[in-house]
Protein backbone atom coordinates (compact mmCIF):
# COMPACT_ATOMS: atom_id res chain seq x y z
CA UNK A 1 0.00 0.00 0.00
CA UNK A 2 1.30 3.83 -0.61
CA UNK A 3 -0.08 7.08 0.66
CA UNK A 4 0.26 10.10 -1.77
CA UNK A 5 -0.79 13.49 -0.49
CA UNK A 6 -0.22 16.28 -2.43
CA UNK A 7 0.20 20.20 -1.56
CA UNK A 8 1.96 23.19 -2.66
CA UNK A 9 -0.96 24.17 -5.08
CA UNK A 10 -2.14 27.51 -5.25
CA UNK A 11 -3.58 30.88 -7.37
CA UNK A 12 -0.89 32.45 -9.08
CA UNK A 13 -0.22 35.23 -11.82
CA UNK A 14 0.79 33.84 -15.46
CA UNK A 15 4.63 33.93 -15.27
CA UNK A 16 4.75 33.06 -11.91
CA UNK A 17 6.17 29.42 -10.14
CA UNK A 18 4.73 27.41 -7.57
CA UNK A 19 6.48 23.87 -6.25
CA UNK A 20 3.97 20.95 -5.62
CA UNK A 21 4.93 18.08 -3.47
CA UNK A 22 3.85 14.85 -2.91
CA UNK A 23 4.51 13.01 0.16
CA UNK A 24 4.74 9.27 0.37
CA UNK A 25 4.01 6.52 3.20
CA UNK A 26 3.51 3.12 3.30
CA UNK A 27 5.96 1.23 0.86
CA UNK A 28 9.45 2.40 0.65
CA UNK A 29 9.56 5.52 -1.70
CA UNK A 30 13.12 4.40 -3.07
CA UNK A 31 11.11 1.21 -4.87
CA UNK A 32 8.81 2.71 -6.82
CA UNK A 33 8.48 5.37 -9.89
CA UNK A 34 6.78 8.66 -9.43
CA UNK A 35 4.12 10.36 -12.02
CA UNK A 36 2.56 13.98 -12.26
CA UNK A 37 -1.31 14.35 -14.18
CA UNK A 38 -3.16 16.84 -14.59
CA UNK A 39 -6.94 17.29 -15.19
CA UNK A 40 -8.52 20.41 -16.19
CA UNK A 41 -12.60 21.29 -16.17
CA UNK A 42 -14.23 18.90 -18.65
CA UNK A 43 -10.91 17.65 -20.01
CA UNK A 44 -9.28 13.76 -19.61
CA UNK A 45 -6.94 13.44 -17.13
CA UNK A 46 -3.20 14.19 -18.98
CA UNK A 47 0.34 12.83 -18.24
CA UNK A 48 2.64 15.98 -17.64
CA UNK A 49 6.08 14.55 -15.75
CA UNK A 50 7.57 11.42 -14.71
CA UNK A 51 10.67 10.16 -12.70
CA UNK A 52 11.82 6.38 -12.13
CA UNK A 53 13.13 5.29 -8.97
CA UNK A 54 16.61 6.67 -8.61
CA UNK A 55 15.85 9.49 -10.19
CA UNK A 56 17.94 8.57 -13.24
CA UNK A 57 15.28 9.26 -15.80
CA UNK A 58 12.34 11.59 -16.20
CA UNK A 59 9.92 12.57 -19.15
CA UNK A 60 7.71 15.05 -19.56
CA UNK A 61 5.11 16.26 -22.20
CA UNK A 62 5.78 18.41 -24.62
CA UNK A 63 3.62 21.36 -23.64
CA UNK A 64 5.68 22.00 -20.05
CA UNK A 65 9.58 20.91 -21.15
CA UNK A 66 11.95 23.67 -20.40
CA UNK A 67 9.18 25.14 -17.44
CA UNK A 68 8.72 21.95 -15.53
CA UNK A 69 11.26 20.25 -13.50
CA UNK A 70 10.14 16.60 -11.63
CA UNK A 71 12.39 15.61 -8.96
CA UNK A 72 12.62 13.47 -5.99
CA UNK A 73 14.19 13.46 -2.66
CA UNK A 74 13.98 9.59 -1.18
CA UNK A 75 15.58 10.66 2.00
CA UNK A 76 12.37 12.50 2.77
CA UNK A 77 9.60 10.31 1.18
CA UNK A 78 8.42 13.14 -1.01
CA UNK A 79 8.42 13.96 -4.59
CA UNK A 80 8.60 17.45 -6.19
CA UNK A 81 6.71 19.47 -9.47
CA UNK A 82 8.98 22.93 -10.08
CA UNK A 83 6.61 24.61 -12.28
CA UNK A 84 7.56 28.40 -13.44
CA UNK A 85 6.71 30.16 -16.35
CA UNK A 86 3.15 29.32 -15.57
CA UNK A 87 0.25 29.70 -18.10
CA UNK A 88 -3.16 29.79 -17.92
CA UNK A 89 -3.86 26.73 -19.46
CA UNK A 90 -2.07 25.49 -16.80
CA UNK A 91 -4.72 25.50 -14.60
CA UNK A 92 -5.87 22.04 -13.25
CA UNK A 93 -5.95 19.50 -10.47
CA UNK A 94 -2.63 17.80 -10.06
CA UNK A 95 -1.98 14.53 -9.20
CA UNK A 96 0.82 12.75 -8.09
CA UNK A 97 0.54 9.05 -8.64
CA UNK A 98 3.05 5.64 -7.70
CA UNK A 99 4.02 3.34 -10.37
CA UNK A 100 5.32 0.13 -8.54
CA UNK A 101 6.98 -1.00 -11.07
CA UNK A 102 10.78 -0.85 -10.86
CA UNK A 103 11.32 0.53 -13.95
CA UNK A 104 14.38 2.02 -15.61
CA UNK A 105 12.44 4.44 -17.63
CA UNK A 106 8.83 6.34 -16.06
CA UNK A 107 6.17 5.77 -18.26
CA UNK A 108 3.40 8.04 -19.36
CA UNK A 109 0.23 5.53 -19.18
CA UNK A 110 -2.48 6.64 -16.31
CA UNK A 111 -3.20 2.85 -16.17
CA UNK A 112 0.32 2.09 -15.35
CA UNK A 113 0.27 3.49 -12.05
CA UNK A 114 -1.46 2.10 -9.03
CA UNK A 115 -1.90 4.34 -6.67
CA UNK A 116 -2.97 8.03 -6.80
CA UNK A 117 -2.95 11.03 -4.55
CA UNK A 118 -6.26 13.60 -4.14
CA UNK A 119 -4.86 16.43 -5.85
CA UNK A 120 -4.19 19.84 -5.42
CA UNK A 121 -5.59 23.01 -7.39
CA UNK A 122 -3.14 25.07 -9.63
CA UNK A 123 -5.00 27.90 -10.85
CA UNK A 124 -2.82 30.52 -13.07
CA UNK A 125 -4.75 33.77 -13.59
CA UNK A 126 -4.06 35.56 -16.77
Known amino acids: QVQLVESGGGLVQAGGSLRLSCAAS????????MGWFRQAPGKEREFVAA????????LYTGAVKGRFTISRDNAKNTGYLQMNSLKPEDTAVYYC???????????????????WGQGTQVTVSS
Open 51 to 58: INWNSIST
Open 97 to 115: AADLARRARPVVGANEYDY
Open 26 to 33: GRTFSSYG
